[in-house]
C-alpha cells in the first residue's frame, strides 16, 4: 500500500507485539540485507490471480528470509507502508508492512498465509478513506473497508500470529491480504473511478518511478 508521508511513532507494534519504539531503528532491519526488486504493475497477471500457500516446507527457508528481506527493502524504497509478494512478482502467501496508526503506534511486520476474520454485522464500521498502491502507481481513490481487521497467519518460521488494526492499519492489512487473494484497491472501486485511476497512473507513472530510482540510489 503506498503512503503519502510516514513519521516516526514512539511506540511500536511489532509483529503484534509491542516493542519499546526508542530502540527500533527507522527501518525494519531485514531491509539492511534486502535487494530492490522491480514492482509490478496493474495489468500485469500475478496482481490478478490467488496465490499459493506457504508450506511448512518452506517456513524457515534461507529462501523465504531472503524473500522478507528484500520486500522490506524494496517497499522502503517505493515508500509504501505495505507491500505483496506478487508486487515482486513473487507466487506466495506473504506481505510485509511498516504502517502507523492515529494512536501514535508504528505497526511493523510480516504474515504468511493471512486470513481475515470476519467480522460480526453488529461490530463491522465501514470506513472511506483514500487508498493508493505501489502497483498502481501514482493515484489515491477513496475505499470503503472495515474499519477494525483482525489478520491470522503465521511468521516466516511458521509461529502462529495474530495482526489487529484499526483505521489506518485495518486498512493496510486489508489491502496487502487482498493482494494474495488477487485483487487491487481500484478493483473495488466504482468503474467510473477506475478508469481514471489507471488514466491518473499513465500520466503520473514515470515522475513516481523516477522517485524511486533516485530512492534506490540513496540505498
Not at 17 to 22: A, K, L, N, P, S
Not at 36 to 51: D, K, M
Not at 75 to 97: C, I, K, P, S, T
Not at 149 to 176: F, I, K, M, P, S
Request: hydrophobic share 35%; with cysteine.
Amino acid at each position: 500500500m503506498a503512503s503519502d508521508t510516514q513519521t516516526q511513532q514512539p511506540h511500536v507494534s511489532l509483529l503484534g507485539r509491542d516493542v519499546t519504539g526508542g530502540d527500533y531503528p527507522a527501518q525494519a532491519p531485514e531491509a539492511a540485507d534486502g535487494h530492490v526488486l522491480r514492482v509490478t504493475e496493474a495489468g500485469e497477471e500475478i496482481l490478478h490471480r490467488s496465490l499459493q500457500a506457504v508450506t511448512a516446507a518452506e517456513h524457515g527457508s534461507a529462501g523465504l528470509r531472503q524473500l522478507i528481506a528484500d520486500m522490506f527493502a524494496t517497499m522502503y524504497v517505493a515508500e509504501g507502508v505495505g507491500l505483496a509478494a506478487n508486487q515482486v512478482d513473487v507466487d506466495l502467501r506473504v506481505f510485509v508492512y511498516d504502517c502507523p496508526d492515529g494512536d501514535g503506534t508504528r505497526h511493523v511486520g510480516h504474515i504468511c498465509n493471512p486470513v481475515v476474520d470476519e467480522l460480526p454485522a453488529a461490530e463491522r464500521v465501514l470506513d472511506e478513506d483514500d487508498e493508493g498502491c505501489l502497483s498502481v502507481p501514482g493515484p489515491y481513490k477513496p475505499v470503503a473497508r472495515p474499519d477494525h481487521a483482525v489478520v491470522r497467519g503465521t511468521d516466516w518460521e511458521g509461529n502462529e500470529l495474530v495482526l489487529e488494526g484499526h483505521g489506518y492499519v485495518a486498512r493496510c492489512l486489508q489491502h496487502e491480504t487482498d493482494h494474495l487473494n488477487g485483487y487491487l484497491y481500484i478493483d473495488r472501486i466504482p468503474a467510473r473511478a477506475r478508469k481514471d485511476a489507471l488514466k491518473q497512473m499513465r500520466t503520473m507513472r514515470d515522475e513516481v518511478m523516477a522517485k524511486r530510482a533516485v530512492n534506490a540510489d540513496k540505498r
